[in-house]
């Protein structure tokens, strides 16, 4: 599976942000963190699953990142119902793999060196 993800389309879903930062932060994030303007699109292509005895899956592959590709493990779940499939995944990253630093007076002081990264896709036939 190959996925390819526009870096202007993401979007901080963080609760704690007030409304005033969180502006702040989704510039910093496109601009000084992702380079959305020079690395337009963030890809995953998989190149291994594995199930697992809950259910889920374990997809390893690689995460293209500012251009740097790393090796990632994603947790996929899967809910099949007659019309649909929905994929949903999480993926823990470390941001100085992919030479990324929050700005702490922006983010929060404290900020971790890890990000967690959710998704969910719904595949509908035609």
Do not use: C
Request: glycine share 8%; net charge positive; aromatic share 6%.
């Amino acid at each position: 599976m190959e996925l390819t993800i526009e870096a202007a389309s993401i979007v901080n879903m963080d609760g704690w942000i007030g409304a005033g930062n969180k502006k702040k932060v989704e510039e910093y994030a496109l601009k000084d963190m992702m380079d959305a303007a020079s690395h337009p699109r963030l890809s995953f292509i998989s190149s291994a699953v594995t199930k697992r005895p809950d259910g889920r899956f374990d997809v390893q592959g690689t995460l293209t990142i500012r251009g740097l590709p790393r090796p990632v493990r994603v947790l996929v779940s899967l809910s099949p119902d007659a019309n649909r499939v929905s994929f949903s995944g999480k993926a823990e990253i470390r941001l100085k793999d992919y030479g990324l630093k929050p700005r702490s007076a922006v983010l929060v002081i404290g900020t971790k060196s890890e990000m967690s990264v959710d998704f969910s896709l719904i595949a509908i036939p035609r």
